[in-house]
């Protein structure tokens, strides 16, 4: 895979935060949360460490509910990397081993949480159905953007020949 190394929480909980571009002038600015875009007092909210310039803050209730959804992807994607397995069984469609699995589930119930919708394959380009997701019928990928590199995912079976 030509995925790029290793990413800390730091770094993945980045790319959850949407860009510049979609947030209002109070998101960001920090006055407002930029995922519900509730109101924040000076001070109340989680600093979500951007760049200079840029100052994207959570709210209390937003905060541990978008962490999970990049924590639960960061296991499942080191487990991925790291488990020859695997990656032998979505080559031919079968579900990966017990332990991705369970991190697949947690990661579902994150992604449920945050009312996230399907997501697109980065390999075919079509959503991956519920059904799908709930067979474990999907990996990670993390593919690199313009600039940087974002979380995704693909079919497993014929959409991982060609995904990376
Ligand atoms: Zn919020
Ligand atoms: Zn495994
Ligand atoms: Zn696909």
């Known amino acids: 895979m030509s995925a790029p190394e290793d990413h800390d929480l730091a770094d993945v909980q980045f790319f959850e935060i949407p860009p510049m571009h979609q947030l209002t002038a109070e998101q960001n600015s920090g006055a407002a949360c930029v995922w519900c875009a509730d109101h924040l007092a000076p001070g109340t909210g989680v600093d979500l460490q951007s760049s200079i310039g840029w100052a994207p803050y959570s709210c209390l209730a937003c905060y541990p509910i978008r962490t999970a959804v990049v924590s639960t992807y ?12 695997c990656e032998d069984a979505a080559l031919i469609g079968e579900p990966l081993c017990a332990e991705a699995q369970t991190q697949q589930t947690a990661l579902l119930r994150a992604r449920t949480a945050a009312h996230k919708g399907q997501p697109i394959c980065v390999s075919c380009h079509e959503p991956i159905t519920q059904h799908e997701l709930e067979a474990g019928a999907f990996a990670p990928l993390i593919w690199m953007g313009y600039s940087s590199p974002h979380r995704g ?3 497993t079976g014929a959409c991982m020949w060609h995904g990376s």
């Open 153 to 155: 995912f693909l079919h």
């Open 74 to 85: 960061r296991d499942l994607y080191r487990h991925w990397t790291s488990c020859p397995p």
